[in-house]
Structure formats: structure tokens, C-alpha cells
């Protein structure tokens, strides 16, 4: 009974301790990821979802709800697994408030990441419906990066970037950093409620 | 600003502060850690390892953690050897430099090696991937402490992509009772001096092609041997080694671990070679029989085998210790699957039989069709298995396809069909697709007669376009070379061999410094840039990535004796 409580003790004190210590660590600085409004002109590319399905990219990114997308691969160790825990928590947060997201996650990694790997990436994740993990050629994915100034030439020097699509005019809210939950949550329903 | 944090403007600095060292106390004071469990040392280890490696709890559950404050993760997704990888030394990925988590390391003073990432660059990096530059000695209370509030011995907070656990006092000590043992001892066949490796032919190997694989690693070990002997004469004449001089160079061995008779007998024989001799690595290798006795073997030793000649290596989602080049016959089979799967008149009642010859090269090929073509999801084929000498026969297979009438024809058959391969296709219907193995036809591919190449498909794991680079491998020849019909059967050894230890291996073995343990290698290995070679078009890489070069053409032949290649896929099929 005492260890039990000691152990709440702890995870209360974790979670204090972890949303303190971002403020107090960063009071006076700006804040720890890089935001601008970019425009972007998405390739003509057809690639392969987690399904094997084929998806007409531009006709995906379209439509009358933001869409996030982000570049990661199935066996990335330090920076994909940060952006995907990102990615369900901002799944978890917007559907429990009964709307919908749409998160399109594009793979880096396109020789390993067959459909099966996305599909089983996204099952780790416990991903939600709405969670689209895409491959493609490696040819079409360099497009695709270069289209979001995200073009890297080798996947183990990538970076952590979120792009949030607004649906009113077609411009991009451009990511760089990691963000916090309720960061990410803010910035998601700044370009959701745009007017 | 409009995103700066919101609540810094409600909860001031100094508040925010005298809060965080309140709860660092009296965390400091909760987070003390018990001495060790009470557990044999044996179960602490596969516990902790668990927790480790896959983000399990001893009580079966997932470890709770949190980033960034506020983003709670699932550690079976996400676990400690994800960044800081198996071997616990780290990894520099994304910019972000993950230190080590070895007790050897922990237990001591420590600075990180520098990063790009140390100073401002335009793109804002540094922001992100700021990790702690040195940090004092931890004891088993400052760990436990780093563990559950994310902050060193020093107060240095870390960097967002490490994540808080808050575990029980029994559980963290469970987890650094692993930290602790892991990564301490150099692994066999390694010491600050040498490097002892061997490699293994089984009997069944041609002198010449035993000659070819010998060749580029005997250079290897000399190449390493003579650096080591101009290195000493580097010293002795008074010139101050770099720390990078003080662990690039030690001399290496290699034995020949000779395997005779019956595979079942293989596992026998490795461990008797290991027990007199242990070495670090076994680099390469050349067997025609199915890999997995060798294969299991290093499993069950925790065996680094680097880069063996086997087209029948072992197909696995999880094994660990052995790098391939590719998946061998099956990775032709799986790339036939989806070429075929993306042939758009290819209907549901066009019935597909696959014929297979009754050996290991047929199986594997099959097996890769079949595994493939379930993963697209499409109903089973036909399969039929046939000895030689049911294929010799003029009547059999006749009989076999009147009876089928297929669409579509896989043929996994060695290359004493190819003269057979005209009065076969009369009697397929004009639009029938058939499909052969490059691999198992060998230098006899080119005798399929011209007037069928437009006809057959041929599964080919090897590198088309042209490659820059001299004919063994390496990178002083600038001569753009391109592979032709002569191609066809040629198991590339010498520069297949070459490629992998000059690019892979060394790389490898220099960055490992003074951590000498075998998993640090192979962590070092998987997390390389992609690599682009002269067999393969590109050999990519990552944790738990065992298969180099992902990649199959499925292609025609031209006309002529000496036909050119023509790819009719990509060199990756989804």
C-alpha cells in the first residue's frame, strides 16, 4: 500500500515536473520550433498508402479540412517516433472532440517501407482511422520533398517538420521543431478555425 | 508573440522556478533506489532487457513515459533501444546526439562527441537537437532520478526527445541492474590490440569460387595489418596520435572455419571453432546450401556474420546477427509477386500455376512469390512440385498445363527447361505471361530463344544503370560500367565481397573506438548513410534492417547472342 502510493506520488510528481520543466527552461527564450506560412505546389505523383492503394497525392492534400503532413520511415530511432507520438496524440485530442483529422505521413525510407511496414508502423502507433502512411518511388518522394523544401538526400540526416494545410486558402502553417501536445493542438485549430 | 508558450505569461519565471526545485526535492527524495531486487541476477537481466529493448514492464504491461512535457507515448513503440540502440552506446540521428546508457559509461564523467548541431544554423536545428554536452559521474539515485524527471546530475535538463518514465523503485532497479551489466566487457575476439575474425565455406564450394570470396578478405586483413604496422612507425618516430589514430588501427586475423558434411552436423562443428577460438565477427562467407544452420548459430551466440554469399539465406522480420546483402531466390519471388499484382489485366479468372522444381533454389523462390502475393492479398495460386526428372519428362508438364490452362506461368525451374521453353509456350494461349528466375537459370537465361523474349519476364536482383566505379567494387576506377547478358550467372564474390568490407565493415569496425562489443557494431552498421554499389542500385539501411538491397527488376531480353537487359519494372516494386 505505501509503494502504491509512493508510485502515484511519482507519476504525479512526472507529470508536474514535466510540464514545469518546459516552461521554466524556456521562459525568456522563444519557443523551442520554428513556425511560418508557406505556399507549396504539391507534384503531379501517384503514391501507395499503407493498404497498397494508390493515391493521387494533390487530390489527397485537398479538401475542406486541414490535413498535417509529416516525413518519417519505419525504422527511424530518434525523431520519427517523437513526430508519431505527435501525430496520435493530435488524432486522440481532435477526435475526442468529435472532428475529424486527417495526418498524412510520408515515408523517407521508400526501398524498406513497403506497404506492410506502413501498415504495421501504423498498428504500432495504434493509429486511428484518418492516419494515411504513404511510399511511393524513390523518384516521386525526392519530388515530394523538394515540394516541401524538405528534401534531405540521405534519411538519417532528416529533421522533425509538421505541415498543416489550411483548407481556406491552400497555404501551409511550415513546423520545425518538436512540439508539445497542446502546442501542436493549438496550432492545428489556429489554421482549422481560420477565417 | 502570437504562439509563444501561453502560460509563461501567467506563471512568471521566479514561481515557475521555486515550484520546479520543490518537486525536484521532493522527487530526489522519493526517487531513491533500493538496493537491488530481490531476483536472481539472471531474471534481472531478462527482465531489464525487456524494458530495454522493447518498452515492457515485468509486469507484462507497456512502460508509461511522457515527451515533451506532455506527449505520452507507448514504449512497445517507442523503447530505449530505439535511440540509444542495442548495444546502448547511442546513436546521432536527426541531428539529436543520443548518449550512451551503459553502467560502464553512465558510472563515469562524460562528454559528448560535438555536433553539427552545437552551433546556430539557418534552419533553426540547433533548437531541437540541443543535447547535453558533459555531464558529471550518476549513481544508481542520480539515474533513477534522470529516468523519472529528465535532468542530470548537474540539473541539466535533456533534450525533448528523451522521455520521462516514472517507474516504480522495484522496476527502475530492475532496468539499471541491465544498464549496469550490458555493454561492460569487450565481446570475444576483440581487445584493444586485435580483431579476430573468421569466415565459413561449407564443402559443397567450388575451388574457384572459394578462391574468389578468400582473395578480397585475405586484402582486407593485410590492408588492416600493414595500416597498423605504418602507424607504429608513425609513433615511434615522436608524432602524437588523434584520439581517431589511437582506435583506427589493431591488427586482425582471420580463421577459415571449414564446415564438412551433413548441415546437421554444421552447429557441431561452429561451436567447436568458436570454443577453441572465439572471434569477433565472422566476416562473410560462401555456402550453396540453405544459410540457417550458420545463420541460427550466430543467433544463439549473439554471432555478428557480416555479409555471407548465400542466395538462400534465412527470411526473417526479427533475426538480428546476420547482415545480407538481399533476400536471395525469395526476394525474386516477392518481386515477381508485385509485378504481377500491378498487371492490370490480370483478372481474378485468369488461373496463375506455379511450377516448382523439387529443390531448396524452388522452394525459396516460391516461397517468396507466395508471401508476397498473400501480403497483396490475392487468392493462392497453383502450385505444383516437380522433381528434375518429372520436368525432364516431355510428357508431364504438357499434361500438367493442358489440364490448367494458365494465363500465367511461374516457372522455378533450373535451366534445363530453356530448350524446352518454345514447344512449352505453343501451348499457351498468345496472352500468357510466363516468368523465370535469373538466379536459378543462370548463364543459360540467354539461351531463351528470340522469338519468345518478348514473351517471358525474368526476375534479376542485380544493378542496370550505369556505375561509376572501378570493376571490383571500389571507387578509383571512373569508368562507368554497365551490366549486360554476361551478367547472367555471375555471383559477383570478389566485388560483392569487396564492396561490403571496404564500405560497410571498416566503417564499422572504425567507428567502434573502445566500445568492443559486437552489438555496438552492428548498431553502427544499421544506422549508416545508404550506400550506392556496384552490384545492387542501392543498399539502404536501419535498425533492424538485415537485408541491404531491397530491390529486383523484373526484365526481357533484347535480341542477339548477346542480349541486353531490358527493365520492365522499377528497381523497387510496391
Same mark, same amino acid.
Given at each position: ?70 516525413f518519417i520511415y519505419g525504422t527511424c530511432t530518434t525523431i520519427c517516433p517523437v513526430l508519431s ?20 505521413s510520408?515515408t523517407i525510407d521508400p526501398e524498406n517501407d513497403t506497404?506492410k511496414v506502413l501498415k504495421e508502423y501504423l498498428k504500432r502507433y ?7 502512411f504513404?511510399t ?18 540521405d534519411k538519417m540526416?532528416h ?37 | ?52 529493448r ?23 513503440a517507442f523503447s530505449?533501444s530505439s535511440c540509444?540502440l542495442r548495444?546502448?552506446?547511442?546513436s546521432?540521428e536527426g ?221 526473417s522480420e526479427t533475426a538480428w546477427?546476420?547482415f ?39 522452394? &525459396? ?49 533450373? &535451366? ?106 552492428l548498431d553502427i552498421m544499421s544506422t549508416q548513410m545508404d ?8 543498399f539502404s539501411f536501419g535498425p533492424g534492417q538485415r537485408y541491404a538491397?531491397k ?24
Amino acid at each position: 500500500m505505501k509503494s502504491l502510493l509512493k508510485l502515484c506520488l511519482l507519476s504525479l510528481l512526472v507529470a508536474l515536473v514535466a510540464v514545469i520543466l518546459p516552461i521554466t527552461s524556456h521562459a525568456g527564450e522563444s519557443k523551442k520550433y520554428k513556425r511560418s506560412v508557406e505556399k507549396y505546389t504539391i507534384p503531379d505523383v501517384v503514391l501507395t498508402n499503407q493498404d497498397g492503394k494508390k493515391v493521387q497525392l494533390d487530390t489527397l492534400l485537398q479538401g475542406d479540412t486541414p490535413v498535417v503532413v509529416d516525413f518519417i520511415y519505419g525504422t527511424c530511432t530518434t525523431i520519427c517516433p517523437v513526430l508519431s507520438a505527435g501525430f496520435i496524440n493530435l488524432q486522440s485530442k481532435v477526435t475526442a472532440a468529435n472532428q475529424t483529422v486527417r495526418l498524412v505521413s510520408i515515408t523517407i525510407d521508400p526501398e524498406n517501407d513497403t506497404p506492410k511496414v506502413l501498415k504495421e508502423y501504423l498498428k504500432r502507433y495504434r493509429a486511428k482511422a484518418g492516419w494515411e502512411f504513404l511510399t511511393g518511388s524513390r523518384e516521386d518522394i525526392t519530388r515530394v520533398m523538394k515540394a516541401f523544401n524538405a528534401y534531405i538526400p540521405d534519411k538519417m540526416s532528416h529533421y522533425p517538420l509538421n505541415m498543416i494545410r489550411s483548407p481556406k486558402d491552400g497555404t501551409w502553417v511550415r513546423l520545425f521543431g518538436i512540439m508539445s501536445s497542446r502546442e501542436f493542438l493549438e496550432e492545428y485549430q489556429n489554421v482549422a478555425l481560420k477565417k | 508573440m502570437k504562439n509563444d508558450f501561453s502560460t509563461t505569461k501567467v506563471i512568471s519565471t521566479r514561481t515557475a522556478c521555486a515550484v520546479l526545485l520543490m518537486l525536484l526535492c521532493a522527487a530526489v527524495s522519493l526517487a531513491s533506489v533500493p538496493p537491488a531486487v530481490d531476483l536472481p541476477q539472471s531474471e534481472v537481466l531478462r527482465l531489464g532487457e525487456r524494458m530495454y529493448r522493447e518498452g515492457i514492464l515485468p509486469s507484462g504491461v507497456s512502460m508509461p513515459a511522457f515527451i515533451r512535457g506532455d506527449v505520452e507515448i507507448d514504449s512497445s513503440a517507442f523503447s530505449c533501444s530505439s535511440c540509444h540502440l542495442r548495444g546502448g552506446l547511442g546513436s546521432f540521428e536527426g541531428g539529436v546526439v543520443t548518449p550512451p546508457t551503459n553502467g560502464k559509461k553512465l558510472y563515469q564523467p562524460y562528454r559528448r562527441p560535438p555536433s553539427l548541431d552545437d552551433s546556430h544554423d539557418q534552419a533553426g536545428r540547433y533548437v531541437y537537437a540541443k543535447t547535453v554536452v558533459e555531464r558529471p559521474a550518476y549513481t544508481r539515485e542520480s539515474l533513477a532520478n534522470a529516468m523519472r524527471f529528465g535532468a542530470d546530475p548537474a540539473g541539466q535538463i535533456f533534450n525533448d526527445v528523451m522521455p520521462r518514465y516514472p517507474l516504480s523503485d522495484r522496476d527502475m532497479s530492475i532496468l539499471i541492474g541491465y544498464l549496469e551489466s550490458f555493454s561492460s566487457a569487450p565481446s570475444p575476439g576483440a581487445s584493444a590490440s586485435e580483431f579476430r575474425f573468421a569466415t565459413v565455406i561449407s564443402d559443397d564450394v567450388s575451388p574457384e569460387d572459394r578462391q574468389a570470396l578468400l582473395v578480397p578478405l585475405q586484402k582486407f586483413i593485410d590492408q588492416k595489418n600493414q595500416q597498423l604496422a605504418m602507424y607504429e612507425d608513425f609513433i615511434k618516430f615522436g608524432y602524437k596520435p588523434t584520439i581517431d589514430m589511437q582506435y583506427a588501427f589493431s591488427r586482425a586475423s582471420l580463421d577459415i572455419w571449414e564446415l564438412k558434411g551433413a548441415p546437421e552436423s554444421w552447429p557441431g562443428q561452429l561451436a567447436a571453432y568458436n570454443a577453441a577460438r572465439p572471434v569477433f565477427a565472422i566476416l562473410s562467407g560462401i555456402s550453396n546450401l540453405d544459410w540457417r544452420p550458420i545463420h541460427d548459430f550466430c543467433e544463439a551466440e549473439r554471432l555478428p556474420c557480416l555479409y555471407p554469399i548465400t542466395d538462400l539465406p534465412v527470411i526473417s522480420e526479427t533475426a538480428w546477427y546476420t547482415f545480407y546483402f538481399n533476400k536471395g531466390y525469395a526476394q525474386e519471388g516477392e518481386a515477381t509477386a508485385r509485378f504481377l499484382h500491378q498487371v492490370k489485366k490480370l483478372t481474378p479468372q485468369i488461373p496463375i500455376l506455379q511450377i516448382v522444381q523439387d529443390s531448396p533454389v524452388g522452394m &525459396a523462390l516460391a516461397n517468396g512469390f507466395n508471401k508476397s502475393w498473400h501480403e497483396q492479398e490475392r487468392q493462392a495460386v497453383t502450385t505444383l512440385t516437380l522433381t528434375a526428372a518429372q520436368l525432364r519428362d516431355k510428357t508431364t508438364l504438357a499434361a500438367l498445363i493442358k489440364k490448367h490452362k494458365p494465363g500465367v506461368l511461374l516457372l522455378w525451374t533450373d &535451366a534445363a527447361l530453356v530448350p524446352k521453353l518454345p514447344k512449352l509456350s505453343k501451348q499457351l494461349p498468345a496472352s500468357a505471361l510466363l516468368f523465370v528466375s535469373s538466379g536459378y537459370l543462370g548463364k543459360k537465361t540467354k539461351n531463351i530463344a528470340e522469338a519468345l523474349r518478348s514473351r517471358i519476364y525474368i526476375s534479376y536482383p542485380y544493378r542496370l544503370t550505369p556505375f561509376v566505379g572501378s570493376k571490383d567494387g571500389g571507387f578509383d576506377a571512373k569508368v562507368p560500367l554497365v551490366m549486360g547478358a554476361e551478367s547472367l550467372g555471375d555471383r559477383r564474390i570478389v566485388s560483392r565481397s569487396t564492396t561490403m568490407l571496404r564500405q560497410a565493415t571498416l566503417r564499422g569496425l572504425n567507428l567502434l573506438y573502445d566500445n568492443l562489443y559486437r552489438d555496438h557494431l552492428l548498431d553502427i552498421m544499421s544506422t549508416q548513410m545508404d550506400l550506392i554499389v556496384r552490384d545492387y542500385e542501392r543498399f539502404s539501411f536501419g535498425p533492424g534492417q538485415r537485408y541491404a538491397s531491397k530491390g529486383c527488376y523484373i526484365i526481357q531480353l533484347g535480341p542477339g547472342a548477346n542480349p541486353a537487359l531490358l527493365p520492365k519494372s522499377e528497381w523497387v516494386i510496391l
